[in-house]
Protein backbone atom coordinates (compact mmCIF):
# COMPACT_ATOMS: atom_id res chain seq x y z
CA UNK A 1 0.00 0.00 0.00
CA UNK A 2 1.59 3.35 -0.77
CA UNK A 3 1.65 5.96 1.99
CA UNK A 4 -0.08 8.86 2.20
CA UNK A 5 1.26 11.54 -0.17
CA UNK A 6 1.27 14.86 2.43
CA UNK A 7 2.43 17.16 -0.07
CA UNK A 8 5.66 18.25 1.74
CA UNK A 9 8.18 15.73 -0.53
CA UNK A 10 8.48 14.66 -4.25
CA UNK A 11 10.32 12.31 -5.96
CA UNK A 12 12.76 13.37 -8.64
CA UNK A 13 11.28 12.56 -11.99
CA UNK A 14 14.98 11.13 -13.06
CA UNK A 15 15.92 8.19 -11.76
CA UNK A 16 19.36 8.09 -10.01
CA UNK A 17 21.74 4.84 -10.35
CA UNK A 18 22.68 3.39 -7.16
CA UNK A 19 27.05 3.21 -7.96
CA UNK A 20 27.21 -0.05 -5.59
CA UNK A 21 24.47 -2.30 -6.91
CA UNK A 22 23.31 -0.27 -10.20
CA UNK A 23 19.76 -0.18 -8.88
CA UNK A 24 17.26 2.21 -10.49
CA UNK A 25 15.40 4.76 -8.26
CA UNK A 26 14.02 8.12 -7.47
CA UNK A 27 15.45 9.80 -4.88
CA UNK A 28 13.28 12.03 -2.55
CA UNK A 29 13.40 15.58 -1.53
CA UNK A 30 11.53 18.14 0.70
CA UNK A 31 9.09 20.61 -1.18
CA UNK A 32 9.71 24.29 0.24
CA UNK A 33 8.22 27.54 0.84
CA UNK A 34 3.91 27.74 1.60
CA UNK A 35 4.16 27.63 5.25
CA UNK A 36 5.73 23.77 5.07
CA UNK A 37 8.43 24.62 7.92
CA UNK A 38 7.70 27.31 10.85
CA UNK A 39 11.02 27.11 12.59
CA UNK A 40 10.63 27.22 16.60
CA UNK A 41 13.52 27.53 19.01
CA UNK A 42 17.05 26.08 18.77
CA UNK A 43 17.97 23.60 21.43
CA UNK A 44 20.96 23.60 23.50
CA UNK A 45 22.19 20.93 20.96
CA UNK A 46 21.73 23.17 17.95
CA UNK A 47 18.91 21.34 16.88
CA UNK A 48 16.19 23.83 14.91
CA UNK A 49 12.31 22.71 16.25
CA UNK A 50 9.34 23.49 13.76
CA UNK A 51 6.35 24.05 14.87
CA UNK A 52 3.60 22.08 13.31
CA UNK A 53 1.27 23.90 10.25
CA UNK A 54 -1.98 23.51 10.21
CA UNK A 55 -2.14 22.40 6.78
CA UNK A 56 1.20 20.00 7.35
CA UNK A 57 1.28 19.23 10.62
CA UNK A 58 4.66 17.78 11.92
CA UNK A 59 7.84 18.46 9.60
CA UNK A 60 11.21 16.90 10.36
CA UNK A 61 13.56 17.74 7.65
CA UNK A 62 16.36 15.99 9.16
CA UNK A 63 14.37 12.93 7.83
CA UNK A 64 15.53 13.64 3.98
CA UNK A 65 19.29 14.91 3.45
CA UNK A 66 20.80 11.16 3.48
CA UNK A 67 20.36 9.44 -0.27
CA UNK A 68 19.70 5.66 0.00
CA UNK A 69 19.18 3.14 -2.16
CA UNK A 70 16.57 1.30 -1.68
CA UNK A 71 18.18 -2.11 -2.73
CA UNK A 72 21.31 -2.59 -1.03
CA UNK A 73 21.02 -0.10 1.50
CA UNK A 74 23.98 2.30 0.68
CA UNK A 75 23.19 5.43 2.10
CA UNK A 76 25.53 8.90 1.95
CA UNK A 77 24.74 12.20 2.14
CA UNK A 78 24.36 13.62 -1.65
CA UNK A 79 26.62 15.07 -2.05
CA UNK A 80 29.23 11.96 -1.47
CA UNK A 81 26.45 9.43 -2.50
CA UNK A 82 28.23 9.22 -6.22
CA UNK A 83 31.55 10.93 -5.63
CA UNK A 84 33.09 7.28 -3.29
CA UNK A 85 36.25 6.07 -4.85
CA UNK A 86 35.85 2.65 -6.54
CA UNK A 87 37.45 1.14 -3.59
CA UNK A 88 35.22 2.49 -0.97
CA UNK A 89 32.66 1.36 -3.27
CA UNK A 90 33.92 -2.21 -3.12
CA UNK A 91 34.16 -2.43 0.80
CA UNK A 92 30.32 -0.64 0.72
CA UNK A 93 29.54 -3.90 -1.75
CA UNK A 94 31.06 -6.27 0.56
CA UNK A 95 29.63 -4.76 3.65
CA UNK A 96 25.87 -5.03 2.01
CA UNK A 97 24.61 -8.46 3.27
CA UNK A 98 25.99 -6.90 6.95
CA UNK A 99 24.39 -3.66 6.63
CA UNK A 100 20.83 -4.93 5.61
CA UNK A 101 20.65 -7.68 8.71
CA UNK A 102 22.18 -4.89 10.86
CA UNK A 103 19.73 -2.05 10.04
CA UNK A 104 16.83 -4.39 9.81
CA UNK A 105 17.34 -5.30 13.86
CA UNK A 106 16.33 -1.67 13.90
CA UNK A 107 13.12 -1.51 11.72
CA UNK A 108 11.57 -4.67 10.34
CA UNK A 109 9.42 -2.57 7.67
CA UNK A 110 11.86 -0.18 6.01
CA UNK A 111 10.81 0.90 2.14
CA UNK A 112 12.94 4.05 0.93
CA UNK A 113 11.01 3.71 -2.11
CA UNK A 114 8.12 5.43 -0.38
CA UNK A 115 7.56 8.83 1.30
CA UNK A 116 9.66 8.55 4.26
CA UNK A 117 8.63 8.05 8.10
CA UNK A 118 10.61 8.88 10.88
CA UNK A 119 11.95 5.11 11.07
CA UNK A 120 13.33 5.77 7.59
CA UNK A 121 15.13 9.05 8.46
CA UNK A 122 16.73 7.05 11.47
CA UNK A 123 17.80 3.93 9.51
CA UNK A 124 18.83 6.65 6.79
CA UNK A 125 21.77 7.97 9.30
CA UNK A 126 21.99 4.52 10.63
CA UNK A 127 23.44 3.51 6.81
CA UNK A 128 25.53 6.73 6.08
CA UNK A 129 27.30 5.49 9.84
CA UNK A 130 27.98 2.69 8.39
CA UNK A 131 29.19 3.08 5.22
CA UNK A 132 31.35 6.13 6.19
CA UNK A 133 33.09 3.54 7.76
CA UNK A 134 34.63 2.55 4.25
CA UNK A 135 35.28 6.02 3.24
CA UNK A 136 38.98 7.65 2.91
CA UNK A 137 40.22 10.21 4.65
CA UNK A 138 40.05 13.14 2.28
CA UNK A 139 35.34 12.91 2.43
CA UNK A 140 36.16 13.82 6.70
CA UNK A 141 34.01 10.36 7.41
CA UNK A 142 34.66 10.54 11.37
CA UNK A 143 32.85 13.91 11.58
CA UNK A 144 30.11 12.55 8.64
CA UNK A 145 29.61 9.68 11.07
CA UNK A 146 29.12 11.88 14.43
CA UNK A 147 26.68 13.83 12.27
CA UNK A 148 24.65 11.09 10.99
CA UNK A 149 24.65 9.85 15.01
CA UNK A 150 23.29 12.67 16.72
CA UNK A 151 20.61 13.54 13.76
CA UNK A 152 19.61 9.70 14.46
CA UNK A 153 19.27 10.38 18.32
CA UNK A 154 17.28 13.41 17.98
CA UNK A 155 14.71 11.23 14.96
CA UNK A 156 14.75 8.78 17.54
CA UNK A 157 13.65 11.10 20.69
CA UNK A 158 11.22 12.36 18.19
CA UNK A 159 9.89 8.72 17.54
CA UNK A 160 9.53 8.17 21.45
CA UNK A 161 7.27 11.09 22.12
CA UNK A 162 4.90 9.17 19.27
CA UNK A 163 5.88 5.74 20.12
CA UNK A 164 6.99 5.87 24.28
CA UNK A 165 6.33 1.98 24.56
CA UNK A 166 8.77 0.87 21.84
CA UNK A 167 11.79 2.21 24.10
CA UNK A 168 13.53 4.54 21.08
CA UNK A 169 14.64 6.07 24.28
CA UNK A 170 16.99 3.93 24.48
CA UNK A 171 18.30 3.94 21.33
CA UNK A 172 18.61 7.38 21.15
CA UNK A 173 21.04 7.38 24.40
CA UNK A 174 22.97 4.57 21.80
CA UNK A 175 23.09 7.41 18.93
CA UNK A 176 24.07 9.96 21.62
CA UNK A 177 27.18 7.82 23.02
CA UNK A 178 28.42 6.80 19.37
CA UNK A 179 27.98 11.07 18.20
CA UNK A 180 30.13 11.57 21.33
CA UNK A 181 32.80 9.14 20.30
CA UNK A 182 32.94 10.56 16.83
CA UNK A 183 32.59 14.25 17.42
CA UNK A 184 35.53 14.00 19.99
CA UNK A 185 37.60 11.49 17.30
CA UNK A 186 37.10 14.25 14.55
CA UNK A 187 38.78 16.58 16.41
CA UNK A 188 40.92 14.79 17.27
CA UNK A 189 41.91 13.59 13.80
CA UNK A 190 41.48 17.78 12.46
CA UNK A 191 44.00 18.77 15.16
CA UNK A 192 46.66 15.74 13.70
CA UNK A 193 45.60 16.20 10.27
CA UNK A 194 44.47 12.77 9.89
CA UNK A 195 41.06 14.53 8.74
CA UNK A 196 40.16 17.81 7.57
CA UNK A 197 36.99 19.10 8.83
CA UNK A 198 37.06 21.83 6.20
CA UNK A 199 35.95 19.70 3.31
CA UNK A 200 33.06 17.99 5.52
CA UNK A 201 30.50 20.21 3.62
CA UNK A 202 28.29 22.10 6.18
CA UNK A 203 29.17 20.77 9.50
CA UNK A 204 25.48 22.01 10.93
CA UNK A 205 24.49 20.18 13.23
CA UNK A 206 21.17 21.07 11.74
CA UNK A 207 19.87 22.26 8.18
CA UNK A 208 19.06 25.82 8.69
CA UNK A 209 22.41 27.27 10.36
CA UNK A 210 26.36 26.17 9.49
CA UNK A 211 28.03 26.73 13.28
CA UNK A 212 30.67 25.36 11.86
CA UNK A 213 33.93 24.42 13.60
CA UNK A 214 32.86 26.52 16.78
CA UNK A 215 30.30 24.09 16.58
CA UNK A 216 31.91 21.02 16.32
CA UNK A 217 33.63 21.86 19.34
CA UNK A 218 31.13 22.87 21.53
CA UNK A 219 29.14 19.40 20.45
CA UNK A 220 32.45 17.78 21.08
CA UNK A 221 32.20 18.95 24.77
CA UNK A 222 28.63 19.38 25.27
CA UNK A 223 28.34 15.22 24.14
CA UNK A 224 31.11 14.14 26.47
CA UNK A 225 29.42 15.96 29.53
CA UNK A 226 25.88 14.49 28.75
CA UNK A 227 26.75 11.06 27.67
CA UNK A 228 30.68 10.13 28.54
CA UNK A 229 31.47 7.25 30.79
CA UNK A 230 30.64 8.17 34.56
CA UNK A 231 31.61 5.17 36.35
CA UNK A 232 35.13 5.89 36.77
CA UNK A 233 35.54 8.89 38.65
CA UNK A 234 39.21 9.74 38.02
CA UNK A 235 38.88 8.86 33.88
CA UNK A 236 35.75 11.06 33.89
CA UNK A 237 37.59 13.61 35.58
CA UNK A 238 40.23 13.31 32.94
CA UNK A 239 37.53 13.49 30.00
CA UNK A 240 35.87 16.22 31.10
CA UNK A 241 39.16 18.28 31.83
CA UNK A 242 39.47 17.40 28.18
CA UNK A 243 35.71 18.74 27.36
CA UNK A 244 36.22 22.02 29.25
CA UNK A 245 39.62 23.13 27.39
CA UNK A 246 37.81 22.60 23.95
CA UNK A 247 35.39 24.39 24.32
CA UNK A 248 37.54 27.11 25.77
CA UNK A 249 38.71 26.97 22.17
CA UNK A 250 35.46 28.68 20.91
CA UNK A 251 36.03 32.15 22.98
CA UNK A 252 39.47 32.99 21.54
CA UNK A 253 40.22 36.82 22.68
CA UNK A 254 38.68 40.11 22.17
CA UNK A 255 36.83 40.46 18.83
CA UNK A 256 37.04 37.35 17.52
CA UNK A 257 34.97 36.02 20.48
CA UNK A 258 32.50 38.64 20.37
CA UNK A 259 31.37 38.55 16.80
CA UNK A 260 30.45 34.37 17.02
CA UNK A 261 26.74 33.81 17.21
CA UNK A 262 25.13 34.15 20.46
CA UNK A 263 23.45 30.57 20.26
CA UNK A 264 27.19 28.87 20.63
CA UNK A 265 28.46 32.07 23.19
CA UNK A 266 25.86 31.65 25.52
CA UNK A 267 25.51 27.71 25.26
CA UNK A 268 29.36 27.29 25.48
CA UNK A 269 29.74 29.07 28.56
CA UNK A 270 26.41 27.41 30.09
CA UNK A 271 28.02 23.96 29.35
CA UNK A 272 32.03 25.28 30.75
CA UNK A 273 30.44 26.09 33.64
CA UNK A 274 28.35 23.11 34.62
CA UNK A 275 31.89 21.06 33.27
CA UNK A 276 33.51 23.28 35.86
CA UNK A 277 31.18 22.41 38.66
CA UNK A 278 31.33 18.79 38.59
CA UNK A 279 34.79 18.96 38.89
CA UNK A 280 34.84 21.31 41.61
CA UNK A 281 36.52 24.65 40.52
CA UNK A 282 36.25 27.71 39.37
CA UNK A 283 37.05 29.01 36.38
CA UNK A 284 35.73 31.32 33.14
CA UNK A 285 36.09 29.99 29.80
CA UNK A 286 37.55 33.82 28.47
CA UNK A 287 39.98 33.51 31.05
CA UNK A 288 40.86 29.92 29.83
CA UNK A 289 40.97 30.49 25.76
CA UNK A 290 44.16 31.57 25.37
CA UNK A 291 45.66 28.56 26.99
CA UNK A 292 43.25 25.71 25.43
Not at 49 to 66: A, D, F, H, N
Not at 88 to 110: M, P
Not at 165 to 187: G, M, N, P, T, W
Not at 237 to 247: C, D, N, S, V, Y
Request: hydrophobic share 30%; with cysteine; proline share 5%.
Amino acid sequence: MTREDTGLTFFAKNADTCPVCETSFRREDMRTGRGRTIAGELTDELRRTYEPSQKYGEVYPLVYPVVVCPQCFYGAYQRDFFEADTSALQRIEADTDRRKEAVGKLFSDLDFTEPRRLEEGVASYFLASSCYDHVPAEYSPTFKQGLACLRAAWLCNDLHRKQPEEHYDYLALVFYRKARFFYILAVDHEQNGTEQLGVGGNLGPDLDKNFGYDGVLYLSGLLEYRYGPKSDPERRAQALERARRTIARIFGLGKASRSKPAAILDNARDVYRQITAELGQESDPEQDAGGA
